[in-house]
C-alpha cells in the first residue's frame, strides 16, 4: 500500500528555519514526482511546485522561489521541504503527495497527513 | 496560467440528493488532465476522480466525473452523510498546476 508520512507540527519563531519531511512507502520513490501543496488556514490548495525523484531537479512555482527549498534523501526514501526566514504568513498546513510517473503530469495521489508549521513570536 | 473557477461556492443538500459542481477553466486543460479531490476538514484532500472522468481506486460509483465543451462536472448520484466535505478541481496539465477554489458540500 502506497503511503506518504510527513513530520510532526512546528511552531517557529520569525526568521527560523523549518524543514519538514515526507517519508514514503509501498512503491519504487525514484519513479514518481513528488509535489508540495500550502493550504493557509481556512483557505484552498495552492501548488508549490514539485521535485524529480529520480534527477533530485526541482521546480518551484511562482511565488514558492528562493526561500524554500526541495530536496529528497533517495536512501531512505523521504523528500523534504526546507523553509528559510519564516514569516508569519507562511502558517499553513503543508502536504506532500505524489505525482506523476518520472516526472510526467499526473495527479496527485497519494498526500501526506500535512504538517502544520505556525510561525508566530 | 489556467484559472479554474468553482461553483457554486457552496451547496446545501440533504442526504440521498444529487449533487453537482462545477469546474469551468480559461482556458483549454490538456488532454483533460483534470482530477477531483474531497477534502473533510482535518484530512487531507483524497483523490477522487483524474483524467476528467475515471475514478480513482476505492472510489464509490455515486461519483462521476465528465467533461462538456469548457466545463468540468463532478457529480455525487446520491450523497451519502461522508460525502458531505469540500471538493476540489485540479488541472495538471500544464504548468503552473492549478486548484479550483473549491465547493463545499453541506447538509441542508
Known amino acids: 500500500q502506497v503511503h506518504l508520512v510527513q513530520s510532526g507540527s512546528e511552531l517557529k519563531k520569525p526568521g527560523a528555519s523549518v524543514k519538514v519531511s515526507c517519508k514514503a512507502s509501498?512503491?519504487?520513490?525514484?519513479?514518481?514526482?513528488m509535489n508540495w501543496v500550502r493550504q493557509a488556514p481556512g483557505q484552498g490548495l495552492e501548488w508549490m511546485g514539485w521535485i524529480n525523484s529520480n534527477t533530485g531537479n526541482p521546480t518551484y512555482a511562482q511565488g514558492f522561489t528562493g526561500r524554500f527549498v526541495f530536496s529528497l534523501d533517495t536512501s531512505v526514501s523521504t523528500a523534504y521541504l526546507q523553509i528559510s526566514s519564516l514569516k508569519p504568513e507562511d502558517t499553513a498546513v503543508y502536504y506532500c503527495?505524489?505525482?506523476?510517473?518520472?516526472?510526467?503530469?499526473?495527479?496527485?495521489?497519494?498526500w501526506g497527513q500535512g504538517t502544520l508549521v505556525t510561525v508566530s513570536s | 496560467e489556467i484559472v479554474l473557477t468553482q461553483s457554486p461556492g457552496t451547496l446545501s443538500l440533504s442526504p440521498g440528493e444529487r449533487a453537482t459542481l462545477s469546474c469551468r477553466p480559461s482556458q483549454s486543460v490538456y488532454s483533460n488532465y483534470l482530477a477531483w479531490y474531497q477534502q473533510k476538514p482535518g484530512q487531507a484532500p483524497r483523490l477522487l476522480i483524474y483524467g476528467a472522468s475515471s475514478r480513482a481506486t476505492g472510489i464509490p460509483d455515486r461519483f462521476s466525473g465528465s467533461e462538456s465543451g469548457t466545463e468540468f462536472t463532478l457529480t455525487i448520484s446520491r450523497l451519502e452523510p461522508e460525502d458531505f466535505a469540500v471538493y476540489y478541481c485540479q488541472q495538471y496539465g500544464s504548468s503552473p498546476i492549478t486548484f479550483g477554489g473549491g465547493t463545499k458540500v453541506e447538509i441542508k
Open positions: 503527495a505524489r505525482g506523476g510517473y518520472y516526472g510526467s503530469r499526473g495527479w496527485f495521489d497519494p
Open positions: 509501498g512503491y519504487t520513490f525514484s519513479s514518481f514526482a
